[in-house]
C-alpha cells in the first residue's frame, strides 16, 4: 500500500512565472531525454556492450545517429537554453515555494543557470559540429589536474570532491523523503500517477545520488593520492559500480535508476509548478 503523498505547499504567483513556463517545461523534458539516454546507454555496458560511452557526449553521439538527429540536437540544445532561463527568472523573481524568494534559494537558482548554460552551450556545439565529442572522463582527469596544480590544489579538489559527495548524500535524502512534492501540482495527478512518480522519484533520485557520491569520492581519492588520473567522469564512474562484488548486476541497477529519473523528469515537465 502506498504512503498517502505529502500535502502541496500552497505557492505565491511569482510575476515570471507565466513567461517562463514554456522554458521549464523545455528544459526538464531536454534533462529527461538526457538521462534517459545515459541510463539506457549504462544498461547496455552492463550487459556487455564496452564501446558504449555512458555520458552526456555518449547520450548526444547516440542521439545524432538517429533520424533526423541534427535536429533533434539543435532541439535539445535549445530546451536546456530554456532551462537556464527558467533558472534565471527564479534567482530574479524568485521560485516556488514559502522560501522562494530567499537569498539562498535565489543564489542556488543562479548557480544552476550557471551550469545549465554551460551544458546548453556544449549540446549547441556539438549539434553544430564544432566538437565536444570527447570522452568527459578524460576532460574531467585534466581538469584535476590543472586544479590539483595550483596552490593548495589538493586542498581545492578535495573540498569539491567532498561538495559532490554531500550533494549526492542530499539528493539521495531528499528523494526518499519524496520532498518533490512541494513543487509538484499532486492535486491534479491521479492515485496511480503518483504512484508511478514515486517509483521514477525515489529510485531514479537514489541512483543520480550514487552516481554523485561515487564521483565526489574518486575526486577526494585523486586529491588524497595526488593523482590525477583517479578522478573519474560520469562513464568511468557508471563502470567502476560493474567493478564492485556485486558485478553488472549493480551497474545495470544503477542505469535502470537513471532510465526512471529521465521520466521523473518528463514527469516534472508536465506536473511541476512554476
Known amino acids: ?118 551544458v546548453a552551450w556544449s549540446v549547441l556545439e556539438f549539434a553544430a559540429g564544432a566538437g565536444g565529442g570527447g570522452s568527459g572522463d578524460a576532460a574531467s582527469r585534466d581538469l584535476t589536474a590543472r586544479a590539483l596544480g595550483l596552490p593548495a590544489g589538493r586542498w581545492l579538489v578535495a573540498a569539491v570532491g567532498a561538495g559532490i559527495v554531500v550533494t549526492g548524500v542530499w ?43 561515487a564521483a565526489g569520492a574518486f575526486a577526494v581519492r585523486a586529491a588524497v593520492d595526488y593523482r590525477p588520473d583517479q578522478a573519474k567522469g560520469v562513464d568511468d564512474t557508471l563502470r567502476s559500480f560493474a567493478g564492485t562484488p556485486a558485478g553488472p548486476w549493480l551497474l545495470a541497477a544503477v542505469a535502470v535508476g537513471l532510465i526512471l529519473f529521465g521520466l521523473f523528469a518528463f514527469a516534472l515537465a508536465r506536473w511541476r509548478r512554476v
Open 171 to 213: 539528493t539521495g535524502v531528499q528523494a526518499v523523503r519524496r520532498d518533490y512534492y512541494r513543487q509538484l501540482k499532486a492535486g491534479a495527478m491521479a492515485a496511480p500517477v503518483r504512484r508511478a512518480v514515486d517509483v521514477t522519484g525515489v529510485v531514479g533520485g537514489l541512483a543520480r545520488a550514487a552516481v554523485f557520491v
Open 1 to 118: 500500500m502506498t504512503p498517502a503523498s505529502p500535502a502541496p505547499t500552497v505557492a505565491r504567483p511569482r510575476p515570471a512565472a507565466r513567461g517562463t513556463a514554456w522554458a521549464a517545461t523545455a528544459g526538464l523534458v531536454a534533462w529527461g531525454v538526457i538521462y534517459l539516454l545515459v541510463g539506457l546507454l549504462a544498461l547496455r555496458v552492463a550487459l556487455g556492450d564496452r564501446r558504449q560511452q555512458a555520458d552526456r557526449n555518449g547520450a548526444l553521439a547516440e542521439l545524432a545517429n538517429r533520424p533526423f538527429g541534427a535536429a533533434l540536437l539543435w532541439a535539445l540544445g535549445l530546451g536546456l537554453v530554456g532551462m537556464a532561463v527558467w533558472r534565471l527568472s527564479e534567482a530574479v523573481f524568485g521560485a516556488v515555494g514559502p522560501d522562494g524568494r530567499t537569498v539562498h534559494m535565489r543564489l542556488l537558482a543562479l548557480a544552476r543557470c550557471l551550469f545549465y548554460t554551460v
